[in-house]
């Protein structure tokens, strides 16, 4: 049996002043985690006044407040080394503010230091990566690995002689290094890298600091390689936390790539004649500025007037949406949106105005309202997701959505060397069985997960896309829904179905419900699309599909 006690701790800073590093162990006494932490959040207060945006005047911007958690980064840390201080994050200096994970694995974890007011995030390094080893990590992503991660003999004391086994200034012995946990042992080059080392440290304290440290320091150029990756587009990788979440947020980052919030985003599907001011139009209007000021309280000796018509009507005619520059028209009318909302309509505080802009901006704040009006634009413009209103529709696509589990058959395929292979229905056994056919592989024409997802989730064109345009689109918005319950409507079903624009990229893409049977007869002219075989019901037992595959499943606990 063997009882973990944490023994020490390292830490690399990296800081606008450069890189700093830090260890703390039992040697500084018995608490201290607790001066670690301390230290710790010293040097994230640092960090934190260096993140703050600045004036010209170089003082901190107030205007744009920034107060993101200051991330400290351990590396596959968040089951065993969480828990060896989880204890010590909660204290009358500072709390856990959030907790992330389960009782076992703390993905995330947010500490609040109340008298500083600033917090730092746990997070795992692994969070951003497959599976590793630190010292892969830092040879994949640092540059050409340079830093060496070097070994240190943990067996080699107890809680019992750990002073004095550390305390001595020879070097540990080459069995030292001997693992009973790992059933390791070093090798006879290693040791002498060790050795060399050695000579460097006063005693063998002095060289666990080293190696610590030495563990944290290689995770800077990785980490700093992650970082960038991600910054490309503007993205902070510290507010996500998996590898999934970063690609969605690089997915709709290039997706609104050149957003410009002064950009001219026309109403999508607006084909109506240019407004002019009409006596009558107008006059309503001043009736309706005046209650409603009236209402609200604002004072309405200068709201504008019944004779203020031709100055409107030029007004109207010359110019567009103050908030989002679109045209008016008889179906996007314009109304006066006050400047300052303290005061009432009158004629030196209003700017025309769509009313949807002005409706949506009412008491808001205008940058901000102006920003979601038009993202909305943009998103119409470039058909990029919004949500569906229609639950009746929801209803219809969520029916055919299926997820779960999938088990997925990897197959080399060489080419001028493999066969093609198809499927085969006998009708007889009322069995699906493999044939080889005649025919050599000579080309790949598309690789599953690792070229064709990213090019669905981006709209990125790619040759292997025959239709629209080479791309493959994202779900955009409902444009309608067509019951094709009587003669008329199935008309304009067929009307888009068979649409000379179809294939190109004003086509218009619909789901369609349709049902469909293939006689058993006919089952091989049509066993080798593989959408046909959707939501099949499969026979699992090791007589149908093979011990083979049956093992398989067995072994990665897929239901069978
Ligand atoms: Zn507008």
């Known amino acids: 049996m063997y009882e973990l006690f944490p023994l020490s ?3 690399t800073v990296r800081s606008k002043q450069g890189i700093k590093k830090i260890f703390f162990s039992q040697q500084d006494g018995d608490d201290f985690i607790v001066q670690w932490l301390n230290q710790l959040f010293k040097e994230a207060e640092q960090v934190n006044a260096d993140n703050q945006y600045i004036t010209e005047a170089c003082t901190i911007d107030t205007t744009i407040p920034y107060s993101m958690e200051v991330p400290i980064v351990g590396f596959n840390s968040s089951r065993f080394d969480i828990s060896l201080i989880i204890s010590q994050m909660q204290c009358k200096d500072w709390t856990i503010s959030n907790y992330i994970g389960s009782a076992s694995t703390a993905k995330q974890v947010i500490v609040h230091h109340k008298k500083l007011n600033l917090k730092v995030k746990f997070v795992d390094m692994l969070t951003y990566l497959q599976p590793m080893e630190l010292k892969q990590a830092a040879k994949d992503f640092g540059d050409g690995y340079d830093d060496r991660k070097g070994l240190f003999p943990y067996e080699a004391f107890n809680t019992d002689n750990v002073n004095e086994v550390l305390s001595k200034s020879e070097p540990f012995t080459m069995e030292d290094f ?3 946990l790992k059933k390791t042992k070093i090798s006879e080059k290693d040791y002498q890298i060790y050795l060399e080392d050695a000579k460097r440290f006063k005693n063998r304290w002095d060289y666990l600091q080293f190696y610590n440290e030495q563990d944290t320091y290689i995770m800077i150029k990785p980490l700093m390689t992650l970082i960038s990756l991600q910054f490309k587009y503007k993205i902070d990788m510290f507010s996500f936390m998996s590898m999934a979440a970063c690609s969605n947020a690089i997915k709709y980052a290039k997706a609104y790539e050149d957003f410009n919030i002064n950009g001219i985003y026309p109403n999508f599907d607006d084909n109506s004649q240019k407004f002019y001011l009409t006596e009558n139009y107008w006059q309503s209007k001043v009736k309706g500025y005046l209650s409603q000021d009236k209402h609200k309280k604002r004072d309405t ?9 031709d100055y409107f009507k030029q007004l109207f005619k010359v110019s567009n949406c103050s908030i989002c520059g679109c045209k008016f028209t008889f179906d996007n009318k314009p109304t006066l949106d006050r400047i300052d909302n303290s005061k009432g309509h009158s ?7 769509c009313l949807y802009c002005n409706c949506f901006c009412s008491d808001k704040d205008k940058n901000i309202g102006k920003l979601f009006i038009q993202l909305r634009k943009y998103c119409m413009i470039r058909c990029l997701p919004t949500n569906l209103t229609d639950i009746d529709v929801y209803h219809l696509i969520r029916k055919w959505i299926t997820g779960g589990l999938s088990n997925v058959m990897h197959r080399v395929n060489r080419s001028g060397i493999d066969f093609i292979k198809r499927l085969y229905y006998n009708k007889e056994a009322k069995k699906v069985t493999v044939l080889t056919t005649d025919h050599r592989i000579t080309h790949v024409v598309g690789v599953d997960f690792n070229s064709l997802y990213p090019s669905v989730m981006s709209s990125e064109p790619h040759k292997f896309i025959k ?21 008329h409507s199935k008309q304009t079903i067929l009307r888009i179905i068979n649409s000379n624009k179809r294939f190109t990229q004003e086509g218009r893409l619909f789901i369609a419900e349709v049902k469909g049977h293939i006689q058993e007869d006919y089952l091989n002219d049509f066993i080798n699309f593989p959408p046909i075989l959707r939501n099949y019901e499969f026979t699992t037992d090791e007589r149908t599909i093979g011990s083979y595959m049956f093992n398989h499943m067995k072994d990665n606990k897929i239901k069978t």
């Open 467 to 487: 239709y629209t345009g080479g791309k493959m689109y994202m779900c955009g918005s409902q444009t309608g829904k067509i019951m094709g319950d009587n003669d």
């Open 178 to 180: 001997n693992s009973s």
């Open 347 to 353: 004629k030196d505080n209003v700017l025309p105005c």
């Open 9 to 11: 701790v390292a830490q």
């Open 301 to 309: 000796t200068n709201n504008v007037q019944d004779n203020d018509f």
